[in-house]
């Protein structure tokens, strides 16, 4: 049975601005689920409709099992939420927080001071355990959030953009604490617009745009959809083994252009050893070889037309942003 | 729910133990009132005593003047009444029940506040997703509010008993006294968390809350007894909540009759007057409870 189950959920907010028209998909215990887009996709609607802060206005969401409409409490007891927005508290110290955050969730005295030093101990802040938040770089911010997320044990963690304003050190470290945390069997649910994010730290990645999910599928496939690796060889003479590589199965495209030639195949790593026994079997010389691998932008640019790099959007898609950002303030 | 709500209670707690400016303000602003009109405006009164300055200064004089005052005026009834209710005794002494009350609004009626910033920050979202029951969110808030009241109450009583006004009703009034503060807390806390969970900044609550507080001190009758002001204003005073705490504040601490030639200072002659004021606070309170209630309801699914 998945942990998260979705079905044709539909958010309208102000009975104009659609966030959500209809997203189905499935989360499987275990995994590390990536939700793909750029700013107001409907990411964090959907991760607010299935943390039980918005209701939806269409379809259904389980959460291990339970409607989040129906048995918000259940829901709540079962997940841990790591907000975009960092939302520890700035006036209390590390500890504090974390401790508030147990007696929320009811957790008895004993477990509570063992939970609180193992978490601090997991992210790395033991020594500024009794520190005010307020002077904590935004890493140990998140970082702390992330341990509050974590502190009670749930079976699915929603992180919404944890790394977002991040320096490419902090995401790392961010990244190896939630790598762990799934080895321990914690569900985790990231929505994130950073694709190498969604590339290597998610088993699997919904793309979503304009509130609609364009695909679905583990990072390699949806690369390999795209239509796979490109080799890029000079070489003496690459008309006698462009010749050759024609005839090979594994080689879906081959062209030659003043010397240089462009090679799609399936995996690249696996084809480039194969390319040179044939050029050494023809005699050719390889001077150099370069791997281009798709990357999920170019799965987004597939399914989109757009590019994820460039956040240019237009004036409707802007103001709906604001209205959503407008709500979500409230 | 209790228990929920005490946690959420205990977390503003902690920030009000840091928010060291807040405090001094807090407690300076009362002093200076105390202080500035508490003082000068006793010169003006002793003037139409006839007392020595300086034993009012030092803290106020029942004079037997008033008494004679009254009758030398041919005042009526009523005139003779107010005369020698507040004349009897020195301005500060008036006034020191009425800066408590105030004190007391201003710290409970801004807390909603509390629930703006933590919307902005997120940190309410954070409370949303945790497994307790939504009004355990409003009621520690309010009870926050009501706690932090009590305190900056407490210590500006305290303060105006040191410098000079007097308690003449001893522990037990100021107990009872502490019971209205807790009514009023309650009731404005939660006034102050129904607005801070329909506004989405901080601005539009500092402005409502100017807005409203103003005329609410001013009609109370911290400033000057409600049966000397015109009548209009009178008819604002007697729709103000504050009103009948500052009388019941007045009459905890003075005891009463505080006429010139009046019994000894006690409770039970203000028995039947207190229990006005706690019936007309608990309707107020009553009512913003379930207001604010309904609101958060509304607004939190």
């Known amino acids: ?330 | 729910m209790i228990k929920e709500a005490c946690y959420v209670c205990e977390r503003e707690l902690r920030h009000f133990i840091r928010m060291k400016v807040q405090i001094i303000s807090s407690i300076v602003t009362p002093i200076v009132w105390l202080v500035f009109f508490g003082y000068s405006m006793n010169i003006i009164s002793s003037g139409l005593g006839g007392v020595n300055v300086l034993s009012v200064l030092i803290g106020g004089e029942r004079s037997i003047f008033p008494y004679f005052l009254t009758l030398a005026l041919n005042a009526t009834p009523l005139q003779s009444l107010i005369i020698q209710n507040y004349l009897g005794i020195s301005y500060l002494d008036f006034f020191y029940s009425g800066v408590i009350g105030v004190t007391v609004m201003f710290a409970c009626v801004f807390s909603g506040i509390s629930i703006i910033w933590d919307k902005r920050f997120g940190f309410f979202n954070k409370l949303l997703v945790a497994p307790i029951p939504r009004l355990s969110i409003m009621l520690g808030k309010t009870m926050y509010a009501t706690i932090r009241g009590l305190i900056q109450g407490v210590i500006i009583l305290g303060l105006s008993f040191l410098i000079g006004a007097r308690i003449r009703t001893g522990m037990m009034g100021v107990a009872l006294a502490l019971v209205f503060m807790l009514m009023i807390g309650l009731g404005l806390g939660a006034f102050s968390m129904s607005l801070g969970i329909k506004l989405a900044d901080q601005e539009a609550l500092f402005g409502i809350i100017n807005m409203i507080t103003l005329p609410l001190f001013i009609s109370s009758g911290a400033f000057m007894p409600v049966e000397t002001m015109p009548g209009w204003l009178q008819v604002i005073a007697y729709g103000n909540p504050l009103t009948y705490l500052v009388d019941a504040l007045r009459l905890c601490l003075l005891g009463g009759p505080y006429s010139a030639l009046g019994f000894p200072f006690s409770l039970i002659d203000v028995a039947p007057r207190l229990m006005k004021n706690l019936v007309a606070l608990s309707v107020f309170t009553g009512t913003f409870l379930v207001i604010g209630t309904l609101l958060f309801r509304g607004s939190v699914k």
């Open chain 1, 1 to 330: 049975m998945p942990i998260v189950e979705v079905r044709n959920l539909k958010k309208v907010y102000n009975g104009s601005v659609t966030a959500l028209k209809g997203i189905s998909f499935d989360v499987e215990e275990g995994e590390i689920f990536g939700f793909l887009g750029p700013n107001g996709a409907g990411k964090t609607t959907t991760v607010h409709i299935l943390c039980t802060l918005t209701t939806p206005t269409g379809g259904s969401a389980k959460v291990c099992g339970f409607d989040v409409v129906k048995y918000p409490d259940e829901v709540r007891r079962r997940i841990g939420f790591v907000p975009q927005d960092i939302s520890v508290d700035d006036e209390l110290t590390a500890r504090e927080n974390l401790e508030l955050h147990a007696k929320l969730y009811h957790m008895p005295k004993d477990l509570r001071e063992k939970k609180i030093e193992e978490m601090l101990e997991l992210v790395g802040l033991k020594e500024r355990a009794e520190s005010l938040v307020k002077t904590f770089s935004g890493g140990m911010r998140r970082r702390l959030e992330i341990a509050e997320g974590l502190l009670h044990n749930p079976e699915v963690l929603f992180l919404d953009e944890p790394t977002i304003g991040l320096d490419p050190a902090s995401r790392m470290t961010i990244w190896e604490q939630l790598r762990e945390l799934n080895k321990e069997g914690v569900t985790i649910f990231i929505t994130t617009h950073y694709m190498d994010e969604a590339d290597r730290l998610c088993n699997r990645v919904a793309i979503i745009d304009l509130g609609e999910i364009k695909a679905i599928g583990k990072p390699n496939e949806l690369k390999e959809d795209v239509g796979g690796d490109v080799i890029i060889l000079k070489t003496n003479d690459s008309d006698k083994l462009l010749e050759r590589l024609l005839s090979l199965p594994f080689i879906k495209e081959a062209t030659s252009q003043n010397g240089t030639l462009r090679v799609t195949v399936g995996s690249g790593e696996k084809v480039i050893p194969l390319i040179f026994e044939e050029a050494r079997s023809l005699g050719v010389n390889i001077e150099s070889v370069s791997l281009n691998k798709p990357t999920l932008d170019d799965v987004f640019v597939k399914y989109t037309g757009r590019s994820l790099r460039d956040e240019k959007t237009d004036k409707i898609e802007r103001f709906k942003q604001y209205m959503i950002m407008k709500r979500r303030r409230r």
